[in-house]
């Protein structure tokens, strides 16, 4: 992730650099304490800068204004039923970590 923020990729380059790590990201964040985020986002500067990307991305692909990166057209399929279902539950985790005070400002983190 340094690398990448280092080398000025913007969120687009990060979020398709970084793509194989959603469903552990996911994973961690359904796991996780309070607090637990708070700590990893102190530890590892860019941490906070990828879960907003991703909530970004989920939010708009629970919406619908975004398509699930990858296909062509937001469809009903399956495939793109359970992309949604993944964003949605990141997004809804995001929201939770906020309001247990995990938010900061991002250019706190740059």
Known sequence: MQK???AGKDNMAIMAAMAD????????LSIA???????????????YRYA???E???SGIQSGAM???????????????????LAAAM??????????GVARSASSIA
């Open 4 to 6: 990448l923020i280092r």
């Open 21 to 28: 790590h959603m469903p552990a990201f996911h994973q961690l």
């Open 33 to 47: 304490q309070p607090g637990d985020i708070d700590q990893l986002t102190r530890k590892f500067p860019g941490f």
């Open 52 to 54: 907003k990307i991703l």
């Open 56 to 58: 970004s991305l989920a």
């Open 67 to 85: 398509p699930v990166p990858g296909k062509q057209a937001p469809q009903r399929s399956k495939p793109v039923a359970d992309h949604r279902q």
């Open 91 to 100: 997004d809804l985790r995001m929201r939770q970590l906020a309001e247990e």
